[in-house]
Each structure stands twice: as C-alpha cells, then as structure tokens.
C-alpha cells in the first residue's frame, strides 16, 4: 500500500510526519473522507469545496491547488489498484516549534491515504437498520468545521459501541439532537415529512446530507430544516443517518426505544433507493 506524504508517493508502513507536527501537537489540521467506488471518486467537487473551506476558516494556507489535489488523489488510488475505497485526505499547519499562536514559516503537511472499502457490505445493514445511543454534545462551538479534533466523538462512538449501537447522537442540554459521531441525524413524522438538524455550527455539513437534500426535492419529498429532539425522535415514524462511509441508513432503535414499526420505515428505504441510484450514476457501481 502507497500513501502520499508531502509531495511524494511512499509505503504505507514508511510514511511518517515531524514529531513537532502541530497536527501531532494541537490538532491543527483539518481532514476529509471521501468514497471510491469502481476507481470514481464520489461528489469529488463537494468534497473539495468542503476541505477549500474549511482550510481557510483554520487559516492554513492550502498545500496545493484542487487541480494538483486531484491529480494526486487519482494516482493514488491507481497506484493502490482499489476499485472500491475511502480516501482520507488531512493537512495539517505543519511542524514548528512547539508554541500555541500560529507560527509565521510553517509548511502545511499532506498527507493522503487509501483503504479498501466494502460498501456491498451497507446492503444487508441497511435492511435491518441499526440502532444509535444518546450521548451529551460537549463539543466545541464550530463543529461545521472538519478538524481533527476528535477526541468527543472517539469517546461517543465507545460509548455507542459498548452499547452495542452503530452510531453515537450528541444531543445538546435543550434535548436538540445534533448529529451522529460520524453521520448526519435524519427523522420522518407521522406526515412522511424528513427532518434533519439546519446547517449551523453545531453540525458538520455532510456531503451525504447535502446529496440526499437534493435528490429529496427533485423527488418532491417535503424535507424541514429544522432542529428536533431526542423523545421527538423516539416518537417519530422512521429515523435513518446519513454518511459518505454509511449513505442511508435506517435507525430502528434509539436508547433502547423502538422506532416506528423496529425496521428501516419506507421514506427512508425510498431515500436509500434514491442516494444508491445517484452513486450509481456517478460512479457506475
Ligand atoms: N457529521 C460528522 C460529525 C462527521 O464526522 C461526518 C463524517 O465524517 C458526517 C457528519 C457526515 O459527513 P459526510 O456525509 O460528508 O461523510
């Protein structure tokens, strides 16, 4: 396996970063996961969009152009011979001295990984559904930025998995569910209406999310940008998440509540069915 570090295509088990990375240091650094199925990259223009913005909100300069970004990218994943795979793409601030405030001369590092990625493997789940646990969002105030600063959500995905949950829900002390760990929250009332949390700093804008929003309204499904909370959504008829790792996926069980009828709800089978047909038209898988 190849990994790209600082401009250069290296093994996987030799590629390393400064110790005084202040990615290593501070988590500053910013990060972006991105689906490869049959060799295509998926919603590749949103999720460079996505890593444009956030660099400039954590004022790193970027280390390349999105041209050269995706020149590499592609190599990467041809010289890896995947079909299907995550992308991981992180830049950090780069090394320097150890000291809080932003150093004038630092490089910004690159680093760029892939792995296999078995997504046939989301199909039987996503007959089943899953089940998520609640856990209290302590996260910081811009968590619309995708930074490497993870620590909350690797302690909510544990806490989700000792619970035997797929997935975590950060739930704020008003009772607003946020988002997952690692996925975006969805409901549907009673209505067949989809609800999902509105762009805010409390949520990171998901390019699944993003997709799905899309693909409901050119199938005229009333969608509400609007927050809801935890005992809304243990009543309401269907829930599912949403992520480039999970595209849609049905909640059939919330802190042990059943819901609606304990299986993937049919807007949520029908949105699934939508978001399948659009990688498949985008990527041929
Ligand atoms: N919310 C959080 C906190 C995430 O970390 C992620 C993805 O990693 C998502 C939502 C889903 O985003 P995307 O659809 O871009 O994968």
Not at 202 to 209: D, S, V
Not at 247 to 252: D, K, N, R, T
Request: charged share 20%.
């Amino acid at each position: 396996r190849l990994a790209y570090v600082n401009h250069a295509f290296v093994p996987l088990d030799k590629a390393a970063v400064h110790v005084e990375d202040r990615g290593f240091q501070f988590a500053d650094g910013i990060y972006e996961v991105c689906a490869v199925l049959n060799g295509q990259l998926l919603d590749w223009p949103l999720h460079l969009d996505r890593w444009t913005r956030n660099l400039s909100a954590l004022l790193i300069p970027a280390p390349m152009s999105a041209a050269a970004l995706t020149l590499v990218a592609r190599r990467l994943i041809a010289l890896n011979g995947y079909k299907d795979a995550l992308l991981y793409i992180q830049v950090t601030r780069g090394a320097a001295r150890r000291d809080h405030p932003i150093p004038a001369d630092a490089q910004p590092t690159l680093v760029m990984t892939v792995r296999r990625f078995d997504f046939a493997a989301r199909v039987p789940q996503q007959a089943v559904g899953v089940k998520v646990t609640s856990v209290t969002d302590q996260r910081w105030g811009r968590c619309d930025i995708k930074t490497v600063a993870l620590l909350p959500n690797v302690l909510a995905k544990q806490t989700a998995r000792l619970a035997g949950s797929f997935e975590a829900w950060f739930v704020s002390n008003d009772g607003v569910v946020a988002e997952g760990g690692s996925t975006n929250a969805w409901i549907v009332d009673a209505a067949g209406t989809v609800i999902t949390h509105p762009l805010s700093a409390r949520i990171l804008p998901g390019i699944m999310r993003a997709s799905l929003l899309r693909l409901a309204h050119a199938a005229q499904i009333k969608v509400e940008e609007r927050p809801f909370t935890l005992a809304e959504a243990q009543g309401a008829a269907e829930a599912f998440l949403t992520s480039t790792t999970a595209p849609c996926l049905g909640i059939v069980e919330i802190d042990g509540v059943k819901v609606g009828s304990g299986k993937p709800g049919p807007v949520t089978r029908r949105l699934g069915e939508l978001l399948w047909a659009e990688i498949e038209r985008q990527t041929g898988f």
